[in-house]
């Protein structure tokens, strides 16, 4: 889908530990976010802070979502925070099946909560990637889709979007990204494997695709290249100001860019 704008999914994870911190972070982005023209951000606070968080937002260029949410409304779940206690809280999107959670659920837990997160009307961030580009690395990505859409409706696909999220990227001390090459590479597989599920070209087209893994400055105009990445996931970078700013220039630029050269063809 054309004239979208590109995402940055900000995975604070546990980094950010006060109210305090949690605010005055996201308020010192946020003025720079509203005056941007192609981007668009999520700022997924840890749970506790995202009511304080969503209070902050007025300005559609800026978002709130949860990094997990419990696909029942209310009951005995010692520790868990509930689909509907995120969306009361004002989150708008979700995270769900992020490697780091998979450890700790199965497969048909992120297909609940997928499920659970769509029928409230809140937007599920689902992540998906292989250990390792072995020789079933294309296999384990489609098994991932099959685990979570065999069992969701199939409805509402401009609600969804697929964070393609390597685990061998992911905040890695090598600093050992996925080349957008590999990127277009899984992206095709994806692409074609919810093809199948949905069973349409055009719903397919309605679903946002995001990349995710060690993105930072330094490489993310590799992956602005390929019109095909709606934007990003960033863990590591998301709580540092001074390089979302950079990366934002760097979307606002790319993006200006290629609208100029359209209107010069
Ligand atoms: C992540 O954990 O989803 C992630 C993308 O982290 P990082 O940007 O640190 O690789």
């Given at each position: 889908m054309k004239n979208r704008k590109k995402m940055i999914v900000a995975n604070w994870k546990m980094n950010v530990t006060s109210e305090k911190d949690a605010v005055g972070l996201f308020n010192s982005i946020k003025s720079v976010v509203a005056k941007l023209d192609y981007t668009q951000m999520i700022c997924c606070p840890p749970h506790m802070y995202v009511n304080q968080v969503a209070k902050q937002v007025n300005h559609p260029n800026y978002r709130v979502g949860g990094q997990d949410a419990y696909p029942e409304e209310s009951g005995s779940r010692t520790g868990e925070t509930s689909v509907l206690m995120m969306k009361n809280s004002g989150a708008e999107y979700v995270i769900l099946g992020h490697s780091e959670r998979r450890h700790l659920e199965t497969k048909s837990d992120v297909a609940r909560k997928v499920t659970a997160v769509l029928e409230h009307g809140l937007k599920p961030i689902i992540c998906i990637g292989e250990e390792?580009?072995?020789?079933?690395w294309k296999k384990t990505l489609q098994q991932q889709l099959k685990d979570v859409f065999n069992r969701v409706p199939k409805k509402e696909p401009e609600n969804i979007i697929i964070a393609y999220e390597p685990i061998w990227a992911i905040s890695s001390d090598k600093k050992n990204p996925a080349t957008s090459t590999e990127y277009m590479e899984a992206l095709e597989v994806i692409k074609k494997e919810l093809q199948k599920i949905f069973k349409t070209a055009k719903a397919v087209e309605k679903i946002r695709f995001l990349y995710g893994g060690s993105l930072d400055d330094k490489n993310i105009e590799d992956f602005l290249?390929?019109?095909?990445?709606?934007g990003f996931l960033v863990g590591r970078v998301s709580h540092d100001p001074r390089i979302l700013m950079t990366m934002f220039r760097l979307i606002e630029d790319h993006v200006q860019k290629e609208i100029f050269a359209q209107i010069n063809e």
């Amino acid at each position: 889908m054309k004239n979208r704008k590109k995402m940055i999914v900000a995975n604070w994870k546990m980094n950010v530990t006060s109210e305090k911190d949690a605010v005055g972070l996201f308020n010192s982005i946020k003025s720079v976010v509203a005056k941007l023209d192609y981007t668009q951000m999520i700022c997924c606070p840890p749970h506790m802070y995202v009511n304080q968080v969503a209070k902050q937002v007025n300005h559609p260029n800026y978002r709130v979502g949860g990094q997990d949410a419990y696909p029942e409304e209310s009951g005995s779940r010692t520790g868990e925070t509930s689909v509907l206690m995120m969306k009361n809280s004002g989150a708008e999107y979700v995270i769900l099946g992020h490697s780091e959670r998979r450890h700790l659920e199965t497969k048909s837990d992120v297909a609940r909560k997928v499920t659970a997160v769509l029928e409230h009307g809140l937007k599920p961030i689902i992540c998906i990637g292989e250990e390792a580009r072995d020789k079933n690395w294309k296999k384990t990505l489609q098994q991932q889709l099959k685990d979570v859409f065999n069992r969701v409706p199939k409805k509402e696909p401009e609600n969804i979007i697929i964070a393609y999220e390597p685990i061998w990227a992911i905040s890695s001390d090598k600093k050992n990204p996925a080349t957008s090459t590999e990127y277009m590479e899984a992206l095709e597989v994806i692409k074609k494997e919810l093809q199948k599920i949905f069973k349409t070209a055009k719903a397919v087209e309605k679903i946002r695709f995001l990349y995710g893994g060690s993105l930072d400055d330094k490489n993310i105009e590799d992956f602005l290249r390929h019109a095909e990445v709606n934007g990003f996931l960033v863990g590591r970078v998301s709580h540092d100001p001074r390089i979302l700013m950079t990366m934002f220039r760097l979307i606002e630029d790319h993006v200006q860019k290629e609208i100029f050269a359209q209107i010069n063809e």
